[in-house]
């Protein structure tokens, strides 16, 4: 199995690298924009699958395809969350959300393995027909959706209302997931911080890593950390440290401003 990866965040690309040739899957080469992809694949044989990245430095990854007829599986890997996917979601193979998970990647690896022998050879990537332009607009405006303003918390026999601004962050913590209050209280909630992600935001709230989305409001200091993380200080919050994943701090410090 052959493999090129296209993604413009180099530690994020190493990473994906290294995990992949974990699995022993070959990766040919890492690109890092749309008009060094398009020159590659006018070049060379187009690989088994590809692990594309949505957004590059030079523009959107589906600009690729508009120049080039791609003979590749898709796998697509993006810091977007999950709702601006499904347009096209069938059309690939899978998809992977940042911060990579090992566990993610090595089912994405093994869902391809299992199309090409029902397929055979490339025919798992070919005939893509992807709208590009309900993509686009899903991912150029995402801070045009409607997102929830307060969330409704059962507490006993009654239901309390908190509005976003007063949430400080949201952590999963025993399987569960908790909304914490910038006054430092702290309720569980029915749901998952991968549904809330699609509800919230972005503007207002990141998801720092696996097990916490923070409010922008809710922090209180950034301090330097080991392995060019950053961790966060938030607001009476102390039940454990907050740590930026590294994948993420370019995109976070891009949030700040």
């Not at 809330?196 to 720092?208: G, I, N, Y």
Request: contains cysteine; negative net charge; hydrophobic residues 40%.
């Amino acid at each position: 199995m052959n493999t090129i990866i296209i993604e413009d965040e180099k530690p994020a690309a190493r990473r994906l690298e290294r995990m992949l040739e974990k699995q022993g899957v070959r990766v040919i080469t890492v690109l890092h924009s749309v008009e060094d992809a398009i020159n590659w694949f006018q070049i060379n044989e187009h690989p088994d699958v590809l692990f594309l990245d949505i957004q590059l430095s030079d523009g959107l990854s589906f600009e690729i395809f508009e120049k080039v007829k791609i003979q590749s599986a898709i796998i697509f890997t993006t810091a977007f969350d999950e709702y601006a996917l499904q347009a096209f979601k069938v059309n690939s193979v899978d998809y992977l959300l940042k911060p990579i998970d090992e566990e993610e990647l090595q089912a994405a690896v093994h869902k391809y393995q299992n199309m090409k022998t029902a397929f055979g050879g490339k025919e798992a990537g070919k005939n893509l027909q992807i709208n590009f332009e309900e993509i686009k607009k899903l991912l150029i405006n995402p801070l045009e959706r409607e997102y929830k303003k307060r969330f409704t918390i059962k507490i006993g026999q009654h239901l309390k209302m908190i509005p976003t601004e007063e949430i400080c962050c949201f952590y999963s913590e025993n399987k569960g997931t908790y909304l914490y209050t910038s006054e430092g209280r702290n309720y569980l909630m029915e749901t998952t911080l991968d549904a809330l992600e699609k509800e919230l935001s972005p503007k207002d709230f990141f998801r720092v890593n696996r097990k916490f989305i923070v409010h922008i409001h809710g922090i209180q200091d950034i301090v330097a950390y080991s392995n060019s993380r950053l961790k966060l200080k938030m607001k009476n919050f102390s039940e454990e440290e907050i740590i930026v994943a590294r994948e993420r701090v370019k995109d976070f410090k891009d949030w700040l401003q």
